[in-house]
């Protein structure tokens, strides 16, 4: 037991630069309360006193600002920074050195029994605010950006962001480029006049020479009376003669 004490206290050192000392990690940290409280109550639950359990749980809760449900199973060097909001739902599994931050909620999406709350596999890291809902896998290695929101799997070594979560790393390399410049993003309306802008100024050009050659032929420049479409032109053809050049407008 002693052994187990000292490896999460050195947990907290390892991951908090601000755990200096021993007596600090020991008197500052409700996170480290939580898990200890935690695994008394996890006991208790596991021998047919989920009642006593439940309530200890929610004592805890009321000290720690974190609410663990005792049928949690929890890993080694399991570590809670700050802490306050987090949410760990009873069918719960997290694996070892994992780490969550201030606001995680490990939740269910309804009300089925059985397995419905999320697996972390070891040296999963979750950010501040994210949530990981229904019964999912968070493979070993991966990490979910604060403020995600993940209802699917997740392979090992990857990171997830946004909502829902997505992937966008995995084994180190990103596989989605995110454009963070949001004041680029397009203006629909400007993009239709300017597509229109450029097919008039075609027409002006191609009505222009039109012109030039009807006036070289002593040709009037427009013919008497408007010429009836035949049936051999193609509606590619139109279409074409429509846009200019072949250009399709995108709005």
Known sequence: MFQRVKQDIQAVKERDP???????VLLNYPGL???????????????????IA????????????????????????????????VVIGETTIIGDDVTLYQGVTLGGTGKERGKRHPTLE????????????GDIT???????????VVVNDVPPNCTVVGIPGRVVV?????????????????????EMFRCMQRRID?????????????????????????????????PSAEAEL???EGETCSY
Not at 33 to 51: E, F, P, T
Not at 122 to 133: E, R, S, T
């Open 33 to 51: 309360h939580a898990v200890w409280w935690h695994r008394q109550h996890n006991w208790l639950w596991r021998h047919g006193r989920k009642g």
């Open 202 to 234: 075609r027409l002006e050009a191609r009505l222009a020479g039109d012109e030039a050659v009807s006036a070289e032929r002593g040709e009037p420049p427009f013919p008497a009376r408007p010429v009836e479409p035949t049936d051999e032109a193609s």
């Open 18 to 24: 601000a755990a200096v000392t021993t007596w600090s």
């Open 170 to 190: 995995r084994e180190g390399r990103k596989i989605d480029a995110i454009d963070l410049h949001h004041e680029d993003l397009p203006d629909p309306v400007v």
């Open 242 to 244: 429509e846009t200019g």
């Open 122 to 133: 070891d040296w999963v890291v979750v950010g501040v605010g994210a949530a990981v809902l």
């Open 54 to 85: 439940r309530w200890l749980s929610q004592v805890a809760r009321f000290f720690t600002g974190i609410e663990i449900h005792p049928g949690a199973t929890i890993g080694e060097r399991f570590f809670i920074d700050h802490g306050m909001g």
């Open 138 to 148: 968070i493979g070993r290695g991966s990490r979910v950006g604060g403020g995600a």
